[in-house]
């Protein structure tokens, strides 16, 4: 929503103001010069990624239009389901949670929290962890070092599409220039027996394709990559959640404290304040041992 809002501003101030000044908006229509600088750039960036990447950055710009993937409730959730587990592992022992890591969808512990359940990534990713841990047998220091390797790759993964679009952004005024040389040259073609305003409307012609490479560069593509790296920063927040929660629980930590420490990396605006937590996962031991409660 944010991303629409950003750029109607950008096109109402560029175009109002050039209104304003008396120009007239179909002086700057000119769809030559947007095939050139749009399709130039739409090639060069196919050309320069790998198929996933491309894939990456047009699910990534889509997805802009959609509420984050985790959201403070989400990560409510997430803490949630790490405190069942890791209640579950302190009670019964790590041989008692290998059934539900091999069947996710079907175990009681992820289907209490269908949007976490949902996100196919996150399910994968705790398993495994949860997988090391039983069958590793790895001290803490090795699980950590283990799953931050995993992380820095799912971050640098993550991180190419916005990168991608970044370098779009950095070659749009230049292909403006190539499009606003190429408009010179067709001027110069025709200038032999053409009047002042043939020339002039030429002229503009060439300069649009400037403005347009800078404009499109600078006013939406630039930003809009920015967009597709902090959205990707900040889901990658939920991963590093799930790291420190079970490194802190195979270090000896009791649930509770894990799970803190896990709420301790989120970022302010969904971070959930200590006493909300507890009172959740209060709520959640009351009915673990009263069953009646949940139904």
Request: glycine share 8%; proline share 5%.
């Amino acid at each position: 929503m944010f991303a629409i809002i950003g750029s109607v501003v950008v096109l109402l101030c560029v175009a109002g103001s050039f209104i304003m000044d008396g120009g007239k908006l179909m002086a700057l229509w000119h769809p030559g010069e947007f095939i050139i600088i749009c399709g130039a750039a739409l090639g060069a960036f196919v050309t320069s990624n790998p198929p996933k990447v491309v894939k990456g950055a047009i699910g990534s710009t889509l997805a802009l239009l959609k509420r984050p993937r985790y959201k403070r409730e989400d990560y409510v959730d997430l803490l949630k389901l790490l405190y069942d587990i890791l209640v579950k592992i302190r009670k019964s022992g790590m041989l008692a949670i290998e059934s539900d890591i091999e069947a996710p969808e079907k175990s009681k512990l992820f289907t209490d929290y269908p949007r976490i359940l949902a996100d196919q990534h996150m399910i994968e990713f705790i398993t495994d962890c949860l997988r090391l841990i039983v069958g590793g047998n790895l001290d803490p220091h090795e699980l950590e070092s283990l799953l931050e390797y995993e992380l820095d790759t799912h971050h640098k993964e993550s991180a190419e599409p916005g990168l991608a679009v970044q370098r779009v952004a950095d070659a749009l005024p230049g292909f403006g220039i190539v499009a606003a040389v190429l408009g010179i040259v067709n001027t110069m073609a025709a200038i032999d027996g053409a009047d002042t305003g043939t020339i002039g409307r030429k002229v503009a012609a060439a300069l649009v394709g400037t403005f347009l490479g800078i404009l499109v560069a600078y006013g939406f593509v630039g930003p809009m990559a920015s967009a597709i790296e902090h959205r990707a920063r900040e889901e990658g927040k939920a991963f590093e959640v799930v790291k420190m929660a079970l490194v802190a629980s195979v270090r000896g930590y009791a649930p509770p404290v894990a799970v803190e420490f896990a709420r301790k990396l989120l970022w302010s605006d969904v971070r959930p304040s200590f006493s909300d937590l507890e009172n959740h996962l209060r709520g959640k031991r009351k009915e673990s041992q009263n069953p009646s409660l949940a139904a």
